[in-house]
């Protein structure tokens, strides 16, 4: 599927898809990716919002997204957007309150299309950093470590 705009970021170009007026899915996206002017108003807004995160963390995301793939990948993507800019929770700590286990917020983490604007890289292992995207190592983490690194935020990095 073509992005609806490829835009530029200090941790490389981001792809960004939309539809019907709103955010579906971010892909971060090789450095050599050509960059592309947003297709109309809301890819321009979601462009212009992200940019002003990456100057200013505390940036609040108004944009409205696509639901999530199932029920239980909403529960966990209301969970991980209660988590303040500058704090992180556990997979555990989300389990416990959305009364499961650990390992499903993993794979629903994983699974976030909307990497950033729902923080998924504010949930962390028990025992150091997780993983991010699906890699438990390279550049998934590298991208979870600066964008912990850029909302002040204090992590193990194990």
Known sequence: MPYDAVIVS?????????????????????ADHPLQA??????????????????????????????????FQQ?????????????????????????SAPRPVGGACRHNPVPIIVPCHRVLAAAGLGGYGGETQGPGLDIKRWLLCHEGTPFPDA
Do not use: W
């Open 10 to 30: 200090p941790i490389g170009p981001l792809g960004l898809r939309c539809e019907g007026g709103r955010l579906a899915e971010i892909d971060f996206l090789p």
């Open 38 to 71: 947003p297709t109309g108003p809301f890819p321009q807004r979601v462009a212009e919002r992200l940019k002003a995160y990456f100057k200013d963390p505390n940036t609040r995301f108004d944009l409205p997204l696509t639901p999530a793939a199932t029920a």
């Open 75 to 99: 529960r966990v993507r209301e969970a991980m957007l209660a988590i303040p800019v500058g704090q992180t929770r556990s997979y555990g700590d989300i389990a416990r309150r959305l009364h």
